[in-house]
């Protein structure tokens, strides 16, 4: 961009331009992302391919249907229990191109390093990237690498990008629900975000919560095996299941409803949460999506995902309903109800 | 988690929301303290389930919406100096002073860092000798002990650079306050569960026994909430006024005699002002003499606070009792959690940001109906 944007103008009724500068939370996946996206990124790029809010985007070339898709990988620890940076990188992107039914394919990799990182450590993340994409079944086939000043960046920074091949037939996307949808989630919900924060903060809880990173693909396609109508995926990752059902919810112009005493939550997961005042719903995943269903094939589906390894805890969580649409609803423990609304930036722990 | 689900069966609820039913015969207005509760109120709909006769007002219990706006300004002010490494709760990071939070200032180059308890405050201190860290020490009588022990700790560890920026509240003084206040609308308190854990049921008997107002020590889960509401409504329903405990799983009379030990030595009794509220008489904690040393309010002569609240925000109506959230004019339009214009639109407690987050859209009986209706139908 060769202009600054004009501020002023955007659209938004809670505008950036209370905060000059980029905060945390901007890269939090919640309103402040979302801000972002709308009035900085979008206008700036302005395509339909972009614009239709998918996972990854689908291009129609050469008589096949490509999925492409990036995302960008800053986490701290680098290695963490259940995964590191380098599995994080393969899965994310990996799990954006199977969310829109697509085979994952190709991979590349950018690294950001940081000038006086250890090559052992560097190594180690490289590969456990390797394993991820032999896991994952796919191939890294292009590269980068940049070095930056000490203090000037965290270790390692990883950007993927990937492709994959989406199947004839397969028609999935964000503004696909309609009212008597399913809405299944795909395992337990929270572990990832928790398992950072605690090995992040040093909290030490009786069990370790483990990291539920892991390649999305293998699951989506038993899934669409058993029940072909599947209309929208998305995988729960920053901002957790409920930005995830709210963004759903949106695009498509439709109320989602979920029964809390449905979803699927690790104990020690949620002891963690209980204790920091989080909500499960709110605390990112890696390796779990929320599925919405033709109501007729939404027992196939929970079979077809409880068969496969990645999902023997899925659930049906919720239903899709005409009533307020954009909104998601929880259904409280004892009988009551809420609004469940996306997260402004991070969630943050609680005082007492 | 077993140990918390039996606290939120559905089948118990029932049973007690029926109880309360069958023993109300007529309207009561009863007051949860604690900003705890009233997040667990609302995110559970535990209201919504009531007989209409009962009405809760929430109060001032939230220690996020309560810091006066000149400690925040005073906060970010220190944490905005360059030797400085400043030290919070999460949900104090984005509380709005006059000016920005302290996310603001973190993304302007200040040192701010997000910790759990104030002991790691005192590691940060020991571990960076060159840097001043200051903990933003905040809180009703719940998280005062630790702070308290944090000060004792650094004292022990000869730990110059460390200090706090105090701010603690007490609560009874503050619900005496909501007894005499002009108006007053509260028939009967549910006390804050956890204040009680540490300071113990027998502040509350000379405030029950003066006002003529049941006292029932109450929990945060959904039952305990139910069950104080319950003792409260009887209590009322039978004219009588007595400090009852339903939360004896974790509050006893005495209290935490070694916490209040640690409390006594640290800190001693001092007027506090409430943001949106006012100052309260004897309702707050500061450093003793002895441990001024670590006072970061001395410690940092941060001149020039000009403090300048927002004219719209009607917060202290909100945390008196006399105005739902969702009655401000503000509420959902000028004032959101993306950009709150007082505090309580901020912390997961605060009685504003618990109604934008569950409650904002349309009116929850509504949305319950209709689905409802659409559960009918499919």
């Not at chain 2, 903990?135 to 000869?158: C, D, K, S, W, Y």
Request: glycine share 10%.
């Amino acid at each position: 961009m060769t202009n600054a944007p004009n501020i002023d103008g955007w659209t938004c009724p809670l505008p950036l331009r209370d905060q000059p500068n980029i905060l945390i939370g901007h890269g939090g996946g919640g309103k402040l992302s979302a801000e972002l996206i709308e009035h900085l990124f979008y206008p700036a790029f302005a395509n339909h391919l972009l614009q239709a809010r998918g996972d990854s985007a689908v291009l129609a070339l050469a008589g096949e249907r490509l999925a492409f898709t990036t995302d960008s990988f800053v986490v701290r620890p680098l290695f963490f229990p259940g995964g590191s940076i380098g599995d994080l990188a393969v899965n994310g992107t990996v799990n954006d191109l199977a969310m829109m039914g697509a085979r994952p394919l190709y991979l590349s990799a950018g690294f950001i390093l940081e000038e006086g990182l250890p090559i052992a450590t560097l190594g180690g993340v490289v590969e456990r990237m390797g394993a991820a994409a032999r896991v994952a079944g796919v191939q890294i086939v292009a590269g980068d690498t940049k070095v930056v000043e000490r203090g000037h960046g965290d270790g390692v920074y990883i950007n993927t990008s990937g492709i994959g091949v989406i199947p004839p037939g397969v028609q999935i996307a964000p503004e696909l629900a309609r009212p008597g949808d399913m809405v299944l989630a795909s395992g337990t919900l929270g572990d990832h975000g928790m398992a950072i924060l605690s090995v992040r903060e040093g909290l030490e809880f009786e069990t370790v919560i483990q990291s539920d990173c892991a390649p999305l693909h293998g699951l989506v396609e038993a899934l669409l095996a058993a029940a072909p109508g599947v209309r929208v995926l998305r995988d729960a990752t920053r901002g957790g299941a409920a930005a995830a059902l709210n963004e759903i919810a949106r695009a498509s112009g439709i109320g989602v409803v979920i029964d809390e005493r449905k979803l699927p939550v690790n104990p020690a997961t949620a002891a963690a949460c209980e204790l920091l005042g989080m909500d499960p719903l709110h605390v990112a995943n890696e390796g779990k999506l929320v599925a919405f269903v033709p109501p007729d094939q939404a027992e196939a589906a929970l079979a077809a995902l409880r068969a496969h390894e990645l999902g023997a805890q899925a659930a049906i969580i919720g239903t899709v309903v005409e009533a307020h649409p954009g909104v998601l609803v929880g259904r409280t423990g004892i009988g009551g109800s809420r609004v469940i609304d996306t997260q402004v930036g991070e969630q943050l722990p609680r005082i007492c | 988690m077993k140990y918390l689900s039996e606290f939120r069966d559905e089948a118990l609820a029932a049973r007690l929301f029926d109880e309360i039913a069958a023993i109300t015969t007529r309207p009561w207005a009863i007051m949860e303290v604690c900003g705890g509760q009233t997040h667990s109120i609302i995110r559970n709909g535990v209201d919504q389930l009531l007989p209409p006769e009962i009405e809760l007002i929430h109060g001032p219990g939230c220690p996020v919406c309560v810091t006066p706006l000149e400690t925040i300004d005073r906060a970010l002010a220190i944490a905005a100096r360059p030797d400085v490494i400043f030290c919070s709760f999460g949900d104090m990071l984005r509380v709005p002073g006059s000016g920005q939070d302290l996310f603001g200032v973190r993304s302007a180059g200040g040192d701010v860092r997000i910790v759990y308890s104030p002991l790691d405050a005192v590691k940060l201190a020991r571990e960076n000798p060159a840097s001043e860290v200051v903990f933003f020490a905040i809180g009703f009588e719940t998280t005062a002990p630790a702070n308290a022990m944090a000060v004792l700790q650094a004292g022990r560890e000869g730990l110059a650079n460390f200090s706090i920026l105090a701010s603690h509240v007490l609560v009874p003084p503050a619900m005496e306050a909501i007894l005499q206040a002009p108006g007053n609308r509260v028939q009967a308190f549910l006390a804050a569960g956890h204040v009680c854990s540490v300071m113990g049921t027998w502040q509350y008997g000379p405030l029950a026994g003066r006002y003529h107002t049941p006292v029932v020590v109450t929990g945060f889960e959904p039952l305990d909430v139910l069950e104080g509401i319950r003792m409260a409504v009887a209590q009322l329903e039978t004219g009588r006024a007595e400090v009852e405990n339903a939360y004896a799983r974790a509050v006893s009379f005495e209290g935490n005699r070694s916490a209040q030990a640690v409390l006594d030595q640290v800190f001693e009794v001092c007027d506090r002002k409430w943001r949106g509220i006012g100052e309260i008489p004897s309702s707050g904690w500061r450093l003793r003499e002895r441990y001024r040393a670590f006072d970061a309010a001395e410690r940092f002569d941060v001149a020039g606070i000009v403090t300048t609240e927002s004219a719209l925000c009607r917060s202290g109506d909100v945390l008196r009792g006399h105005l739902k959230p969702n009655q401000c004019p503000a509420f959902g339009k000028e004032c959101t959690p993306r950009r709150p214009l007082g505090a309580t639109m901020v912390s997961s407690e605060g009685a504003c940001a618990a109604y934008f987050q569950y409650r904002r859209v349309e009116s929850q009986e509504a949305i319950y109906r209709r689905d409802a209706e659409s559960d009918e139908r499919t």
